[in-house]
């Protein structure tokens, strides 16, 4: 285990073992060696039972540990085990010996209850992030006391990433004349004059998904050269491995991994395959001057991260799930914007106006999104439990506009020449017209014009509500599609269809027909014989 034995000799040089210690961490998978390695070599496997236990905020945090703890130990290391699930870890106590554990306050007590984790045994409690623990509420907080009190005669390791009144009050409850350990310095490379960072996008995965990820972001961004940046030996393996079911190779210069070292050599991208603990090491970014710089982080990574990069951080979304929830979630912004548009409605607001004395503004906003989310996910499930109705089949002109079944065209008078977007229709269909998202099918977004398609029950009420809204600063007329080709039947305003080609003779050789009131040089077209015959 050389990324353990190299993490206690840094650290036991001067901390006894016995000693209980505070971390000041920045909340990322690779601090966890830090504080972890100190409490996994207290351990004892001759000794049996449950040595270590390490109380999380979340089960992902949990399951963080044990991927970092199985990756520096590898498979013949202790591992400790998360638990996401009483009752599943309770059979895995009762099957093997479990030498550390690693799960929330309520999970952890439910095991203590239960008599499966044995506390007489625990030699080392970790308190992961504890900061986040009190920021769950009193009954976390509540079940992180009973279960510190039960486990009393155990060495304490808290981690935070910053000291508060609130953990200092811990401290000298639970830690008293605790060791203070802060991360390691490093210095900070020349940032040059002539290069500005540009904004750090970050993708969110779970440990485990990183390879996955790193070749779904080459695929997206195809970067003409990059640096891929890992902490530590396993994870540039992992990452060289990755690179290679894409077809790269040694030899291949335009894509390098590297461990914490950018070099010197300039490169167009550059990705963190684990997020940077120190703004030294996301300084180092300068010396290559990259063109984007990307940051596979976990979801409890982020904030950590934001604070290291002073706020400019923006989310990448790849394709996929996370691309099309993301458009999900636009649309129902574009809804809010389209009502907030027209007016902040009153009736709402006295409804609401009570709570504000007890709830902030963005609490109400996410609560009553939610309900309007969970009623049309109830909406949706009652559609699709409805018995199929038998639809009358389609005329020939209906099949040949070429609608959805079930769903009505209508044609609105803005197109992309007025700067219009379909995300903008879609709002304002769904807002002004009030229906769901998923009552709106196709919409074919031309220049002058758009096509959108809704369900028939909902058309002429959209047409109703949306008919003179304003949309980019313009006023929209809406008809269905079917009206608006009667109308230009009736006034012959549709262009004519192009004619066949015209005849290959002269124009001057083309008979024409005589003229009124005058004799003709030419027989009349279509005269008979016998005409022509008295003629003689």
């Known amino acids: 285990m050389p990324e353990l034995e190299e993490f206690e000799e840094r650290t036991f040089g001067q901390v006894a073992r016995s000693q209980n210690l505070v971390y000041t961490l920045p909340h990322t998978t690779e601090s966890i060696a830090e504080f972890l390695t100190p409490a996994l070599a207290r351990v004892d496997p001759s000794a049996g039972g449950t040595q270590v236990v390490v109380v999380t905020r979340d089960a992902e945090t949990a399951l963080a540990i044990s991927e970092t703890t199985l990756r520096l130990s590898g498979p013949a290391g202790i591992e400790v085990v998360p638990i996401t699930n009483a009752a599943r870890a309770g059979r895995i106590f009762k099957s093997r010996p479990v030498l550390a554990v690693a799960g929330t306050p309520v999970e952890l007590g439910e095991l203590v209850r239960a008599s499966l984790l044995k506390v007489d045994a625990v030699r080392t409690v970790a308190l992961a992030w504890v900061d986040d623990v009190l920021e769950e509420g009193p009954d976390a907080v509540g079940a992180l006391e009973g279960l510190l009190g039960e486990l009393s005669e155990a060495g304490r390791i808290i981690v935070a990433r910053k000291i508060t009144p609130a953990l200092e009050n ?29 904004i750090i996008k970050y993708v969110t995965v779970a440990g485990s998904a990183r390879a996955g990820a790193l070749r779904k972001l080459l695929d997206e961004l195809d970067p003409p050269s990059a640096v891929i940046v890992a902490r530590d030996e396993a994870a540039a393996n992992e990452a060289t491995r990755s690179l290679r079911t894409l077809g790269y190779h040694e030899d291949d210069k335009s894509i390098n991994v590297t461990r914490g070292e950018m070099g010197s050599a300039a490169a ?11 703004p030294a090491e996301l300084q180092r970014v300068s010396l290559v001057k990259p063109v984007q710089v990307v940051v596979l ?23 996929g799930p996370e691309r099309r ?12 914007r389209a009502v907030l548009a027209r007016g902040v409605p009153a009736r709402e607001v006295i409804a609401l106006e009570p709570l504000l004395q007890e709830f902030e503004g963005t609490e109400l906003a996410a609560a009553a999104l939610h309900v309007l989310e969970r ?68 919409i074919d977004l031309r220049e002058s014009h758009a096509l959108v398609e809704v369900a028939e029950a909902d058309a002429a009420g959209v047409i109703a509500r949306v008919n003179g809204s304003m949309v980019k600063g313009r006023r929209v007329v809406v008809r269905a599609e079917r009206d ?30 005589p003229r009124r009131g005058g004799p003709s040089d030419r027989p009349p077209r279509g005269g008979s014989p016998r005409r022509d015959r008295d003629r003689s």
């Open 170 to 198: 811990l401290i000298e409850r639970y830690a008293r004349r605790a060791r203070r350990v802060g991360p390691a310095e490093t210095e900070a490379p020349n940032v040059p004059a002539d290069y500005e960072m540009p």
């Open 268 to 278: 167009h991208t550059v990705i963190f395959y684990q997020p940077p603990v120190t």
């Open 297 to 319: 982080a976990a979801p409890g990574e982020v904030p950590w991260l934001r604070e290291l990069a002073s706020g400019r951080l923006a989310p990448l979304n790849l394709h």
């Open 325 to 336: 929830a993301h458009d999900r979630e636009e649309a129902v912004r574009q809804e809010l």
């Open 375 to 442: 009623e049309r996910a109830q909406r949706r499930m009652a559609e699709a439990n409805k018995p199929p109705v038998a639809r009358p089949k389609p005329s020939d002109g209906e099949r040949s506009r070429g609608g959805t079944s079930g769903m009505t065209r209508l044609f609105m008078t803005v197109g992309t020449r007025d700067g219009v977007k379909v995300g903008d229709l879609m709002g304002i269909i769904a807002g002004e017209g009030g229906i769901p998202g998923d009552h709106v099918g196709k």
């Open 484 to 513: 608006r080709e009667e109308r230009e039947r009736a006034t012959g305003s549709r262009e004519r269809p192009e004619r066949g080609p015209r005849s290959d003779r002269p124009r001057s050789d083309r008979p024409r027909p």
